[in-house]
């Protein structure tokens, strides 16, 4: 089942996609449905004649360097070796946008990263049980300002764990300010529940900007998958209904070893992002 939300008549609805339309099943975003579930009520809506919305309003879980070519490596094996586990950081909710809504982009460039993301069906103790704690799976372009990582960065004092020597480093810092602009988090065009979506791997991802390819690869290449990130999360953190955590992304196409510094062109243009079994999200990118 596809699950999406939009405004319709004036108000925020959430329904059922199915051949072409939109079969209502209530008001507001996908939180609701997470409460109340329920069944499209009649009421139908071709998807084409309606602006959709996010899914869900929320902060975002993103897994970063999640594989090995993010981490400048070409062999995945060492690359989860040399992790070991998940790292993450957070995108706020100011972020988020929906398909074909538009992304604001300084003149210093930005870059997309395609991403799956899944939305959790339930609350999640720690310790406890992920089977069946997710309610579906979207696709997520985790936008980033590659330029504004000396933003983030700075100089400290920190002890060499080789040597034991303190000295003064520069430290690139937690990537919080080169992924927190305002629609800097699109997200959509709607949610495929587990049991359409099916298997995590095998899906092959891309992304593009005015039809020319950026990164094409597949979940393959993530080392670590929907399940491993959740049981990890939930190690040593409750994570609440209705939260939003974003798998990783692959490496670039034209990138030397660190691609963390990929940038696209310096224009306006319509940039994609993919995911087999999902579909589609495309998003407009203007200056600020």
């Known amino acids: 089942m596809r699950l999406a939300v939009a405004i319709y008549n004036g108000k925020k609805v959430f329904g059922e996609v199915r051949g072409g339309y939109l079969y209502i099943i209530g008001e507001g975003d996908l939180r609701r449905y997470i409460e109340y579930r329920g069944e499209p009520k009649g009421e139908s809506v071709r998807i084409d004649e309606v602006e959709l919305q996010p899914p869900m309003i929320n902060y975002v879980i993103c897994v970063v360097v999640n594989s090995a070519k993010m981490l400048g490596l070409d062999d995945p094996e060492r690359a989860k070796k040399e992790l070991s ?13 929906g ?29 406890g049980r992920v089977k069946e704690g997710i309610l579906g799976y979207t696709v997520f372009n985790d936008v ?23 000295k003064r480093e520069y430290v690139r810092g937690a990537p919080f300010i080169r992924k927190n602009w305002d629609t800097f988090g699109p997200i959509g065009p709607w949610i495929v529940t587990p049991d359409e979506f099916g298997e995590f791997r095998g899906k092959d991802m891309y992304s593009s900007f005015e039809g ?14 929907d399940k491993e990130v959740l049981e990890y999360l939930s190690s040593f953190m409750t994570i609440e209904a209705g939260t939003i955590i974003s798998m990783g992304s692959i490496g670039y196409l ?35």
């Open 212 to 225: 020319e390819m950026v990164q094409k690869g597949s979940s393959d290449e993530l080392l670590f998958d």
């Open 254 to 288: 034209e990138a030397d070893r660190d691609h963390s510094e990929y940038l696209l062109p310096s224009r306006e243009g319509f940039m994609e992002a993919g995911v087999e079994g999902i579909g589609v999200l495309k998003n407009r990118v203007i200056f600020e």
């Open 85 to 97: 586990h998940p790292r993450f950081t957070i995108k706020t909710p100011n972020t988020l946008v």
């Open 99 to 127: 398909h074909m809504g538009v992304v604001r982009a300084p003149r210093s460039g930005i870059r997309p990263e395609v991403e799956i993301a899944l939305i959790t069906a339930k609350r999640i103790e720690r310790g």
């Open 144 to 166: 980033t300002a590659s330029a504004l990582t000396k933003e983030d960065a700075y100089y400290a004092y920190r002890r060499d764990p080789t040597t034991g020597e303190v």
